[in-house]
C-alpha cells in the first residue's frame, strides 16, 4: 500500500532506509525553503519543519513529513512554513551548521522521524 | 494532599570516606555513589567530583540536574515509576538536602553543549551556580543503542540523588515548607469568590534526548493531563531532555517548579490554585491540534478564569504555546505565557516567529541569542570537547586571553520557561 | 580635555532665513550658531561645540546625495566626538535631514548622533535606531524643554556611560531588546501578570505582539462593466527621466502621470526601484503596473473605464508613516474623481 507521507530530507542514513523518502542534497535552510514550496503547492505538512530546540537548528540535516497527496492551498501550513524559514534564519544569522557532529545529528534525526512517523500512524485519520 | 517539605540548608560541600551532614556540610563518599550506581550493568564507570558557588570550575556537558532528598513519611520514596515501584506521590513528608544538587554529566551524543559556570561572569546566567553541585559523570558499556544510553543515564542520575538523599534520614531541618490543598469543590467552597486558576506545563515530548515522564509514563503517549501540584513538587515528573540547555526543564526544576510555588503562595489570597496541566508537545500538526484542543477542554471543563501557560524549548513548541492561547482567550480565559525570543545578537530581530494577537500578556525569560563572555576555567568537569564545541558555533567567539563568547541558549536554564531564573528583556 | 561637538541645524535655525532660504547648500561654520548656544551651555564644560553645519532643508531633501558629500567632508575635517541635529520638532523636511544627516553619520564615519523630534514627525522611523532620537513638543516653543535632555543623554554618549530605558531618559526606543535581570524571577513575574489582569488593572506584556493594520475589504464593485478604475503601483514605475524625482528608496513622495493618451508603459515609462532587478521592468513597465491589459479590458467593455491619472511610489524602505499618508492622500483624489475601484500593484 501506498504511504499517505513523503519525507523531505537531506539526511543520508533516511535515503537509505526509507523508500518513500525524497532525498535532496541540500542545506538546512534549502531544504526548508522546499518544504515550503511544497506546501504552497497543496502538500500538507504532517510534522512541523523545526525541531524542538537551538541546538537542532545547528544540525546539518533535518527530514519533514509531508502528505503525498496534494488538496488546496492551507493557509495555516503555509504560514507555518515560512515563519520556520523566517525563526531558522535569525537564530543562525551569526552561526555555523555544526558539520564535526553530523553522524550524531543525522542518527538523532532518523530517531525523531521515527517516533514521527509513529505518532502519524497513531493519529491517521481516514480521509 | 499536604506535602511537608522539610528543607536542611546545605551551606558547604567536601569529599570524604563517609556521607554525613553536620552544620551545614555535606559529605560525600564518591565510592558510595560509584557502588550503588555500579549496580546498573550498562554502566561502565562513574566519577563523582563536586562544584561549589565560586569555585573556578565549569561543568559541561550537563544531561541534568536533581534535587537529593529523602521520604521519610507517606508513600513514595525515590522516583516512583521510573527508580521505584509505583506509589501515589504529592503527600507525607520529605527530608530535602537544600541547596545541593546532583549534576550529571554524560553526553550520549557529541553535540550537548549545557554548560554551567560556578564563578563570574557566567555564573550569573545559570540558577544551577548557586547551589552546591555533586557532579557525577556516567559512561556507559560499549555497544549500548542511543536509547539505552540515554536511559541509563538519566536513571543513574536520580539514583545518585536517591543515594545522596539519603543522609539526610535523621536531620532536623532548619524549615518546613507546607503544601497543602483540598479537592477542586473543597478549595472552591473556601475561597468562592477568587479566580480560579491552572497552570498548564509544556513538555517536550518528541522522542530521543527530547522526552519528558510523569511517573515515568513517556509524555508523548498521554493525553493533557490533570495532576496535583505536589505530585510534581513530589517527584512525579523527569526530564529525558538533553538538548534545549537554556530552557529545558531539569528534574530539579520539576521538583521546585517555581510557577507551581509561586502560584500556592497566592492560593487562598488573590486566586484559587486548582492543579497543573501536563500538556506534551508532540512533532506532528495533528498531534498539536489534538493536545491543543484537549488542554483547552481541560480549562474549560474545569471552569478556569485565568491560565498560566510555560514553554519548554524553542522551535515547533511555539506554535502549540500560541495555540493554547488563542483557544483559551477565545473562550473567555485569560492567560500569560512564559516564553523565551529570539532577538538576535543585537536584539534588533522580530522576537518571536509565529505570532497571535491573543497572547496579550507574555513573560520573557531572555534572548536565548544573547552572547556572554565566559572566562577560561580553571577546573573542568566532563567532556572538554563540549567546550570545543560550545566554542565553535562562529569565527572569532574565541579571544585571545582564552575567554570565549558563548550564546545563553548553551548555558543550562538560563531562560528557563517555567520562570525559574531571572531574565527578562527589555526594550531600548 | 573636553569633547568636540558638531552642531547640525536648518537654514531657519541656522539663522539665513525662512522658507525663501531653504534652497540653501550646505555651509560649515567654526562657531555656535542658534540652538548650539544654548546647548553647549548645558554641558557644563564637558564637551565644546566646535562647528555648526547649516543646510537648506529643501536643498538637503532634492539633493541629499550632494548634501551628505559635503556634510561627510565636513565632519571628518571637525573630527567631533559626536554630532547633534536639531531638534526639528514636527518639521517633515527638517526632521527628514537629521535623519539623513544622523544614519549617514553613523554608517559611515560611527561617530554617535543625538536629534530630537515630535513623536508624529515622521522623520523618528527613520533613524531611530542609528541616533538617539529625543521625544520633544512639536513646535520650537519647546526648545527650552528640549535641549536640556538631549545635553544629559549627550553627556552620557560622550562618557561612554550606559543609557537608561527610553521611557526613562526621554528617547524613542531604537527597537533593541536587550536582555536583563530582572528583580523577580520569571514565575513570580507572571503570576503578577496573571493576578493583574483577573482583577482588571493595568499589567504590561514584556513581549508585546507585533500589530498588523489591517484593513476591512470594500465591499465589492457591483458592477464592474460600469466601474471607473484606476491603477496604483509601489513598485517605482515612473515617466523616464523621474520628473518628480520620487526617491529609489524610503519614498518621501508619489507621483501621478496622465496615461489618457498611451495604451501602454512601455518605452515612456521605467522603474527607479532600488529594491529588484530593474531589467524586465524596464523591459516592459506593464509587467509591474499592467496599463496594456487594463486598456485591453476597457476596449473590450469588460471594465466601465480607466482613470486617467496613473499613481506610483516606491515601496521598499517607505516608513509605515510614509505610507499612511500616501495611501490617505492619493484616496482621496480617487474618492473626489469618483472612481469606483483600484488595482494596487506591489513587486
Redesign the interface.
Same mark, same amino acid.
Given at each position: 500500500m501506498n504511504k499517505d507521507y513523503l519525507i523531505i530530507t537531506n539526511n543520508p542514513i533516511v535515503r537509505e532506509s526509507f523508500t518513500n523518502s525524497v532525498y535532496l542534497e541540500l542545506t538546512l535552510e534549502e531544504l526548508l525553503v522546499k518544504v515550503r514550496d511544497m506546501v504552497h503547492q497543496g502538500h500538507?505538512?504532517?510534522?512541523?519543519?523545526?525541531?524542538?530546540?537551538?541546538?537542532?537548528?545547528?544540525?546539518p540535516y533535518r527530514s519533514v513529513?509531508l502528505s503525498s497527496y496534494q488538496k488546496e492551498f492551507n493557509e495555516f501550513?503555509v504560514?507555518?512554513a515560512e515563519?520556520?524559514i523566517?525563526?531558522y534564519r535569525?537564530?543562525t544569522?551569526?552561526?555555523?551548521t555544526?558539520y564535526?557532529?553530523k553522524d550524531?545529528?543525522a542518527?538523532?534525526d532518523i530517531?525523531?522521524l521515527?517516533?514521527?512517523i509513529n505518532?502519524?500512524e497513531r493519529?491517521k485519520?481516514i480521509n | 494532599m499536604k506535602l511537608e517539605l522539610r528543607k536542611i540548608k546545605v551551606t558547604d560541600l567536601a569529599l570524604g570516606n563517609e556521607m554525613k551532614f553536620e552544620n551545614g556540610l555535606l559529605t560525600i563518599d564518591p565510592q558510595v555513589i560509584i557502588d550503588g550506581l555500579m549496580e546498573d550493568v550498562n554502566v561502565k564507570s562513574v566519577k563523582v567530583d563536586i562544584a561549589k558557588p565560586g569555585d573556578k570550575t565549569r561543568i559541561i556537558p550537563v544531561k541534568d540536574v536533581i534535587e537529593p532528598r529523602v521520604k521519610v513519611e507517606g508513600s513514595g520514596n525515590g522516583f516512583p515509576g521510573v527508580t521505584t515501584k509505583m506509589e501515589q506521590l504529592g503527600s507525607g513528608v520529605v527530608n530535602v538536602l537544600s541547596g545541593a544538587a546532583i549534576v550529571t554529566i554524560g553526553d550520549i +551524543?557529541?553535540?550537548? !553543549?549545557g554548560v554551567v559556570d560556578m564563578w563570574g561572569e557566567g555564573a550569573?546566567w545559570t540558577p544551577f551556580s548557586t547551589t552546591y553541585n555533586i557532579v557525577v559523570d556516567i559512561s556507559v558499556v560499549d555497544g549500548l543503542q542511543?536509547?539505552d544510553h540515554e536511559t541509563t543515564v538519566r536513571i543513574a542520575g536520580l539514583r545518585a540523588a536517591e543515594i545522596v538523599g539519603e543522609v539526610a534520614r535523621n536531620i532536623t531541618s532548619d524549615e518546613v515548607e507546607v503544601y497543602e490543598m483540598g479537592s477542586i469543590f473543597e478549595e472552591t467552597n473556601k475561597y468562592p469568590d477568587l479566580?480560579k486558576?491552572l497552570y498548564v506545563e509544556m513538555l517536550?515530548s518528541?522522542?530521543?534526548?527530547?522526552d519528558g515522564y510523569i511517573y515515568g509514563v513517556n509524555s508523548?503517549k498521554i493525553l493533557p493531563t490533570l495532576i496535583h501540584p505536589n505530585e510534581e513538587l513530589d517527584g512525579a515528573v523527569i526530564s529525558g531532555n538533553c +538538548?534545549?540547555?537554556?530552557?529545558?526543564i531539569t528534574t530539579y526544576q520539576h521538583q521546585n517548579n517555581?510557577?507551581i510555588?509561586?502560584?500556592y503562595?497566592?492560593h487562598g489570597k488573590?486566586?484559587n490554585f486548582m492543579g497543573v496541566i501536563l500538556t506534551p508537545?508532540?512533532?506532528? =500538526? !495533528?498531534?498539536?491540534f489534538?493536545t491543543c484542543d484537549y488542554t483547552a477542554k481541560l480549562c474549560k471543563s474545569l471552569g478556569a478564569?485565568?491560565?498560566?501557560i510555560?514553554e519548554?524549548?524553542?522551535?515547533?513548541?511555539?506554535?502549540d504555546l500560541l495555540m493554547i492561547c488563542k483557544r483559551l482567550e477565545d473562550s473567555g480565559i485569560? /492567560?500569560?505565557l512564559?516564553?523565551d525570543?529570539?532577538?538576535?545578537?543585537?536584539?534588533?530581530?522580530?522576537?518571536?516567529?509565529? /505570532? /497571535?494577537?491573543e497572547?496579550?500578556? +507574555?513573560?520573557?525569560?531572555?534572548?536565548?541569542?544573547?552572547v556572554v563572555n565566559l572566562p577560561p576555567a580553571e577546573k573542568v568537569l566532563g567532556n572538554p570537547e563540549a567546550i570545543a564545541?560550545l566554542a565553535?558555533?562562529?569565527?572569532g567567539c574565541i579571544n585571545d586571553d582564552g575567554s570565549m563568547k558563548c550564546?545563553?541558549?548553551a548555558v543550562i536554564g538560563s531562560t528557563? !520557561?517555567?520562570?525559574?531564573?531571572?531574565? /527578562? +528583556?527589555? =526594550?531600548? | 580635555m573636553t569633547y568636540k561637538v558638531l552642531y547640525y541645524v536648518n537654514q531657519f535655525f541656522g539663522q539665513i532665513g525662512g522658507e525663501e532660504k531653504a534652497d540653501i547648500k550646505p555651509i560649515l561654520k567654526m562657531e555656535k550658531v542658534g540652538p548650539a548656544l544654548g546647548f553647549e551651555q548645558l554641558l557644563g564644560g564637558e564637551a565644546e561645540v566646535v562647528a555648526t553645519l547649516i543646510c537648506g532643508d529643501n536643498y538637503f531633501n532634492e539633493h541629499e546625495e550632494e548634501a551628505l558629500k559635503f556634510i561627510i567632508d565636513a565632519v571628518s575635517e571637525v573630527n567631533p566626538d559626536i554630532v547633534v541635529a536639531g531638534p526639528a520638532f514636527n518639521a517633515g523636511r527638517y526632521g527628514m535631514a537629521c535623519a539623513g544627516v544622523a544614519n549617514y553619520v553613523v554608517d559611515e564615519l560611527g561617530i554617535p548622533v543625538v536629534t530630537g523630534m515630535y513623536k508624529e514627525n515622521p522623520a523618528v522611523d527613520h533613524c531611530k &535606531?542609528k541616533a538617539i532620537v529625543v521625544e520633544v513638543s512639536d513646535s520650537a516653543a519647546g526648545m527650552r524643554n528640549a535641549l536640556p535632555v538631549m545635553a544629559k543623554i549627550t553627556k552620557k554618549l560622550l562618557n561612554k556611560e550606559e543609557?537608561g530605558? $527610553?521611557q526613562d531618559e526621554g528617547y524613542f $526606543?531604537?527597537?533593541?531588546?536587550?536582555?536583563?535581570? &530582572?528583580?523577580?524571577?520569571?514565575?513570580?513575574? &507572571?503570576?503578577k501578570?496573571?493576578?493583574a489582569?483577573?482583577?482588571g488593572e493595568a499589567?504590561e506584556?514584556?513581549?508585546p505582539? $507585533?500589530?498588523f493594520d489591517k484593513v476591512e475589504p470594500a465591499a465589492a464593485i457591483k458592477d464592474i462593466k460600469k466601474a471607473k478604475i484606476a491603477l496604483i503601483t509601489s513598485g517605482g514605475i515612473v515617466p523616464k527621466g523621474n520628473p518628480d524625482r520620487i526617491q529609489s528608496a524610503s519614498a518621501q513622495k508619489w507621483g501621478k502621470y496622465n496615461i489618457k493618451d498611451i495604451d501602454s508603459l512601455k518605452g515612456g515609462y521605467y522603474t527607479i526601484h532600488g529594491g529588484y532587478d530593474p531589467v524586465y521592468a524596464n523591459e516592459f513597465p506593464d509587467r509591474v503596473a499592467p496599463l496594456d491589459v487594463l486598456k485591453k479590458y476597457e476596449k473590450d467593455g469588460e471594465i466601465g473605464e480607466i482613470y486617467q491619472y496613473f499613481y506610483t511610489t516606491t515601496g521598499t524602505g517607505t516608513s509605515v508613516g510614509n505610507s499612511i499618508t500616501f495611501g490617505v492622500e492619493i484616496g482621496k483624489e480617487l474618492k473626489e474623481a469618483g472612481v469606483d475601484g483600484a488595482i494596487l500593484t506591489s513587486t
Open positions: 500538507e505538512l504532517i510534522t512541523h519543519p523545526l525541531g524542538a530546540s537551538i541546538r537542532m537548528m545547528f544540525s513529513l501550513h504560514s507555518i515563519n520556520s523566517e525563526d535569525k537564530n544569522f551569526n552561526r555555523k555544526d564535526q557532529h550524531d545529528y542518527m538523532i530517531q525523531l521515527n517516533e514521527a505518532e502519524h493519529l485519520s | +551524543v557529541g553535540f550537548q !553543549e550569573k542511543p536509547h479566580p486558576v517536550i518528541q522522542g530521543l534526548l527530547h508523548q +538538548v534545549a540547555a537554556c530552557d529545558k517555581s510557577s510555588i509561586d502560584l503562595n497566592r488573590d486566586i508537545e508532540l512533532t506532528t =500538526l !495533528e498531534g498539536k489534538r478564569d485565568g491560565v498560566i510555560s519548554e524549548g524553542y522551535g515547533n513548541p511555539d506554535s485569560k /492567560t500569560v512564559i516564553t525570543e529570539c532577538s538576535g545578537w543585537d536584539g534588533m530581530s522580530q522576537p518571536l516567529a509565529d /505570532t /497571535t494577537k497572547a496579550v500578556a +507574555v513573560v520573557s525569560a531572555g534572548n536565548v541569542s544573547h564545541t565553535g558555533g562562529w569565527e550564546e545563553l541558549n528557563s !520557561e517555567i520562570g525559574y531564573h531571572n531574565l /527578562t +528583556v527589555k =526594550l531600548y | &535606531a543609557l530605558l $527610553p $526606543p531604537q527597537g533593541k531588546r536587550l536582555t536583563v535581570f &530582572a528583580d523577580e524571577r520569571g514565575s513570580e513575574r &507572571a503570576v501578570m496573571l493576578v489582569r483577573l482583577k499589567f506584556t514584556e513581549l505582539m $507585533p500589530v
